[in-house]
């Protein structure tokens, strides 16, 4: 069975750094496409970030543009997110999942998730 389990979250101030982890288990990983989304409560799970399966191309949305960096060890199983200068906007559930068919950018597009990880941003 496919697991996907993040680490890294936590509570933090505005203009601070955090890096979540994301090892993946039971599936062939360099194969795959990655993504990082995030669930604030109330709101739909948005796209933050994809990787593609080699590494040379990454994805972003325009709100982290310039702050978050996503980065994968195939040879670990492992994609990452180094988060920068964070904002109190960035407080979410963090969830990392497998791209399978579809848009790199939207929820459709991927099958497996994590439970996710929490960040909190304070003011």
């Known amino acids: 069975q496919v697991q996907l389990v993040e680490s890294g979250g936590g509570l933090v101030q505005t203009g601070d750094s955090l890096r979540l982890s994301c090892v993946v288990s039971?599936?062939?990983?360099?194969?795959?496409?990655m993504g990082w989304f995030r669930q604030s409560p109330g709101q739909e799970r948005e796209f933050v970030a994809a990787?593609?399966?080699?590494?040379?191309?990454?994805y972003y949305e325009d709100s982290v543009k310039g702050r978050f960096t996503i980065s994968r060890e195939n040879a670990k199983n492992t994609v990452y997110l180094q988060m920068n200068f964070l904002k109190s906007e960035d407080t979410a559930v963090y969830h990392c999942?497998?791209?399978?068919?579809?848009?790199?950018?939207?929820?459709?597009?991927?099958?497996?998730w994590g439970q996710g990880t929490q960040v909190t941003v304070s003011l």
């Open positions: 999942a497998v791209r399978t068919f579809g848009p790199l950018t939207t929820t459709t597009g991927y099958d497996y």
């Open positions: 039971d599936l062939p990983f360099s194969r795959f496409d």
């Open positions: 990787i593609t399966r080699d590494g040379k191309r990454t």
